[in-house]
């Protein structure tokens, strides 16, 4: 597992390229991107904001439980984000089809155990006060938007958005870069080159 964390990066990029290579749909856009995409820009810009100068990186550290902000709601923000992200693009580029699905479970096979790791990476650095707050912390799909009982009161200060973005700034560099491709790949008539 820890091959899959250190080349996550990596392996989503392939996830991407293999995407790209794809021809695109031909059907409207579904809205149903738009919406995933800025709530992949919202979980990602709120989790930065609340976990601080902290970041992972190419290998597993965590000073800290970030129990408080985004993360009282679930424990991983920045997982969905990608997820969000992805599915926004299969989308964007293929539509509604069967093979977008095959995208879909595709990266949910590979961030879903990511996660898990992350759980008993946690686990094993912080014990009880992690099991506490797993139990109550659901790992993607909050229960409730309100403050549920036994809810985590400890806080910190929220960065600012322009400082969270910055702090993340070479996935924003990439998800726009992404992004252009799948435009252009959409939209220009590229000259065929075989």
Same mark, same amino acid.
């Given at each position: 597992? !820890?091959?899959?964390?250190?080349?996550r990066? /990596?392996?989503? &990029? $392939?996830? *991407?390229?293999?995407?790209?290579?794809?021809?695109? %749909?031909?059907?409207?856009?579904?809205?149903?991107?738009?919406?995933?995409?800025?709530?992949?820009?919202?979980?990602?810009?709120?989790?930065?904001?609340?976990?601080?100068?902290?970041?992972?990186? !190419?290998?597993?550290?965590?000073?800290?439980? /970030?129990?408080? &902000? $985004?993360? *009282?709601?679930?424990?991983?923000?920045?997982?969905? %984000?990608?997820?969000?992200?992805?599915?926004?693009?299969?989308?964007?580029?293929?539509?509604?089809?069967?093979l977008?699905?095959?995208?879909?479970?595709?990266?949910?096979?590979?961030?879903?155990?990511?996660?898990?790791?992350?759980?008993?990476?946690?686990?094993?650095?912080?014990?009880?006060?992690?099991?506490?707050?797993?139990?109550?912390?659901?790992?993607?799909?909050?229960?409730?938007?309100?403050?549920?009982?036994g809810?985590?009161?400890?806080?910190?200060?929220?960065?600012?958005?322009?400082?969270?973005?910055?702090?993340d700034?070479?996935?924003?560099?990439?998800?726009?870069?992404?992004?252009?491709?799948?435009?252009?790949?959409?939209?220009?008539?590229?000259?065929?080159?075989?």
């Open positions: 597992m !820890n091959f899959l964390y250190h080349f990066g /990596v392996i989503l &990029g $392939i996830f *991407a390229v293999a995407l790209w290579a794809f021809p695109h %749909s031909s059907e409207w856009i579904p809205a149903s991107a738009g919406i995933l995409a800025l709530l992949g820009i919202v979980l990602r810009v709120e989790a930065r904001r609340v976990i601080g100068e902290h970041t992972r990186g !190419n290998e597993k550290a965590a000073p800290k439980l /970030v129990m408080w &902000g $985004i993360y *009282a709601k679930l424990r991983h923000p920045l997982y969905l %984000s990608n997820l969000c992200f992805c599915y926004a693009f299969v989308l964007f580029h293929l539509g509604w089809q069967t977008s699905f095959a995208f879909a479970m595709g990266v949910t096979l590979f961030v879903f155990p990511l996660a898990k790791a992350e759980d008993v990476f946690l686990k094993k650095k912080f014990g009880e006060r992690f099991v506490n707050w797993a139990n109550r912390t659901p790992m993607f799909f909050p229960t409730s938007f309100s403050a549920a009982q809810e985590c009161t400890s806080s910190g200060v929220k960065r600012s958005v322009l400082a969270s973005v910055l702090a700034r070479w996935t924003w560099v990439w998800l726009i870069f992404y992004t252009l491709l799948l435009f252009v790949r959409r939209f220009v008539e590229l000259p065929v080159l075989l």
